[in-house]
């Protein structure tokens, strides 16, 4: 990975990582979890719309082959990911969804070996299974000491397996358009589904304390638009699995940024867990893959 694109996915990583206790701000100050995911993906939305309709600005129309797995990867990636994180975070900590999300390499390695037959080493298979059983300490210790898988962390789990999805398969869209051209239609796609969650919006709104709408003012225009775009841009110049290598710094960033504004802190056995995963992740990435996760190619074949 070049530097460029290591230095743009590193602060895509940065800012998400950050968002998970911004959420958590917003969820505690007035928004109910649809309504938040709502602000924030109509903010990032207009953001988008005004650089396309800048004077000057070249904005490509999609190919009319092209609508429709856009429009799948912006549900998947942006609707399908950011409702049940939102929703997840209603129960979990901030630090133990950056955990959970932080696992989406181990999913983006299955993808590759189910559907784009990459094949494994043998330290890789170890490094998936060390990877899983991190999974099930964060996700298991999400309840603290009653050992039970709680409804929050099974819908961030199912969040961070889409956002898997979206990373791997939109490298070869990338090859007809810019990264903020892409960012903006899976956003405006993405944006779509959360218009359920309209009702009584601007009463919320108006109830929620000042604190709650910087954070979700902060999350639409950061992690929900501009980190999209650098993610995206790296993704460009760089083999997906490299730069999603990087996600296992998020929890990290998760934790800390939730300790700093809320003292909240995940328990014992999800921290045990979160180191134990990001170690999987690691050896996934650096001893157990016998070529690229992606090309090309492949993966447009997959559509």
Do not use: C
């Amino acid at each position: 990975m070049n530097a460029k694109a290591f230095s743009l996915a590193l602060f895509s990583v940065l800012i998400w990582g950050s968002s998970f206790a911004a959420i958590r701000v917003g969820l505690q100050g007035g928004y109910d979890a649809g309504q938040n995911v709502l602000v924030r993906f109509l903010i990032a939305s207009v953001l988008f719309l005004i650089f396309a309709l800048w004077p000057g600005t070249k904005f490509r129309l999609p190919q009319k082959g092209d609508i429709i797995p856009i429009l799948v990867l912006g549900w998947i990636g942006i609707s399908v990911y950011h409702i049940f994180v939102t929703f997840g975070m209603e129960t979990i900590s901030a630090g133990t969804a950056g955990m959970l999300v932080g696992s989406g390499p181990i999913f983006t390695a299955l993808i590759a070996f189910f559907i784009l037959k990459e094949r494994l080493t043998g330290i890789g298979w170890i490094g998936l299974g060390i990877g899983f059983i991190g999974i099930l300490f964060i996700a298991f210790g999400s309840a603290g000491a009653s050992l039970t898988l709680t409804n929050g962390a099974l819908l961030v789990l199912i969040a961070a397996f889409a956002s898997a999805i979206f990373f791997v398969f939109q490298k070869p869209l990338l090859t007809r358009y810019s990264a903020i051209e892409l960012t903006a239609y899976f956003t405006w796609a993405g944006t779509l589904p959360f218009l359920i969650f309209s009702p009584g919006l601007f009463t919320a709104m108006q109830g929620a304390t000042p604190e709650a709408h910087l954070a979700t003012l902060y999350v639409g225009v950061f992690p929900a638009a501009i980190a999209y775009v650098t993610w995206a841009t790296a993704l460009s110049l760089a083999n997906a699995s490299s730069v999603s290598s990087l996600i296992y710094l998020e929890p990290a960033v998760a934790i800390v940024v939730a300790w700093m504004l809320l003292h909240e802190l995940p328990t014992p056995l999800s921290l045990i867990g979160g180191v134990i995963a990001i170690g999987g992740v690691m050896i996934v990435n650096l001893m157990g893959r016998k070529r690229p996760v992606i090309s090309g190619k492949t993966a447009e074949s997959s559509f």
